[in-house]
């Protein structure tokens, strides 16, 4: 496979005459800045598809919007700090820029403990060594690797919101989705060479009353996974299950909806109280993706709904079966769209290699017969050439009463 990124970066950067940007605002962004400096490498800015995160300084340099960069430079050499290295790259080709590296050799040996972050210390080490690892794997064509897997829990959510992207506003019957989750992770996870991170979700996780259980039993699996709660900080998790998480590669991921977020300060508090690492990010906007209709595209048109996807891997664990995304999951889930055998894996069938179609799901650069039922998920709904959303809103806007939203189904 011929590569667009690099992976020796310490001496081309050091020494460049040219600017040094760090692609993508992610977590562990923060980490390669840091890195970049302890190497004597001058960064001189960020850049993200997001417009929204340009309005900030990041780290004490300015953020540049990825469609903007010509604007501002002839010539530029990139740190990919986005798992998606490819893809990453072949967008700043389509810019111009053909310089790229990934992050490797910058993280390798990085001592996560010697800087201070946005998140806490042990988040930041888990992430950085995800990165090196994906990274690592990227220049390994015989691997099957999946940077994340959602491990959904419960359909059940504390929060009732409108425009949720995994769909659970469309629930009528809410439930947990116990049934065989062990045995599916198991299945999985023997059927791929790497996942980095187990993301345990919902709606919210918490509503599942063995959520603890769960989540340290797919620990025990194999103690070396790196596992993440994604919660909206309603519930404040119980000392007793916060202490089956001493010593174990646990953190949690908190989206704070503001007064929604009830709990937060409680949660933060439980959580620092047993060492626990976590992330707190404020909600902010999101981008309207959560409509559930068949579009008629044309294949040309599907394409490009899914080159501009930013959720094309975000892979989910779902009633036994393997997703490429929560839209596809979920609408499969409450039969809102046709079940198309092409759109996921069923883990617990006989019929075939199960290593082989999982490797075809997750290496599959076209698009899904679900896409066209999707009004697309870019970074930036403005400059999207296929989107068929209403852009960006306001992120944790309720339903009135509970209440839920209706949608056609397929037998």
Request: aromatic share 10%.
């Amino acid at each position: 496979m011929e590569r667009n990124v690099k992976y020796n970066c310490l001496e081309s950067l050091k020494n460049s005459n040219e600017p040094v940007i760090i692609y993508a605002l992610t977590e562990e962004s923060e980490a390669i800045a840091k890195a970049c400096e302890d190497n004597g490498i001058k960064v001189t800015a960020f850049c993200d598809n997001e417009i929204r995160k340009t309005k900030d300084l990041f780290c004490g340099h300015k953020v540049i919007y990825t469609a903007d960069l010509p604007k501002y430079f002839k010539k530029a050499k990139f740190v990919i700090a986005h798992h998606t290295l490819e893809n990453c790259a072949e967008q700043l080709a389509d810019l111009g820029f053909n310089e790229c590296y990934s992050p490797l050799e910058l993280l390798k040996d990085f001592k996560v403990e010697d800087h201070k972050y946005r998140t806490s210390q042990s988040y930041m080490r888990n992430k950085v060594a995800t990165t090196v690892k994906l990274s690592e794997l990227y220049f390994d064509d015989t691997k099957t690797y999946l940077k994340s897997i959602d491990v959904v829990i419960t359909t059940k959510c504390s929060m009732n919101c409108e425009s949720c992207a995994n769909l659970m506003q469309y629930y009528v019957a809410q439930k947990n989705t116990d049934n065989e989750i062990l045995k599916a992770v198991k299945l999985l996870s023997e059927n791929v060479d790497h996942i980095s991170e187990y993301r345990i979700i919902g709606g919210e996780p918490l509503m599942n009353k063995n959520w603890a259980e769960i989540t340290k039993n797919i620990i025990d699996q194999d103690p070396n996974r790196s596992v993440y709660i994604y919660s909206n900080a309603t519930i404040c998790p119980k000392d007793e299950q916060l202490e089956m998480f001493h010593g174990k590669r646990l953190n949690f991921y908190l989206t704070d909806y503001d007064h929604l977020s009830r709990n937060m300060d409680k949660v933060v508090k439980a959580l620092t109280k047993h060492g626990i690492g976590f992330y707190r990010k404020p909600a902010g906007n999101w981008v309207d993706c959560s409509t559930i209709k068949k579009n008629n595209r044309s294949v040309s048109r599907l394409r490009q709904v899914f080159k501009e996807c930013c959720a094309t891997a975000l892979y989910t664990l779902l009633s036994g079966k393997l997703y490429t995304c929560p839209f596809i999951a979920n609408a499969a889930n409450l039969k809102a769209i046709p079940d198309n055998k092409a759109d996921y894996v069923d883990l617990f069938s006989t019929n075939g290699d199960l290593k082989n179609k999982i490797s075809k799901l997750v290496k599959m650069k076209n698009f899904f017969p679900a896409c066209d039922f999707c009004d697309g998920r870019p970074h930036d709904p403005a400059t999207a050439l296929e989107y068929a959303g209403k852009g960006l809103i306001k992120a944790g806007k309720q339903i009135p009463n509970r209440g839920t939203l209706p949608f056609d189904k397929y037998n």
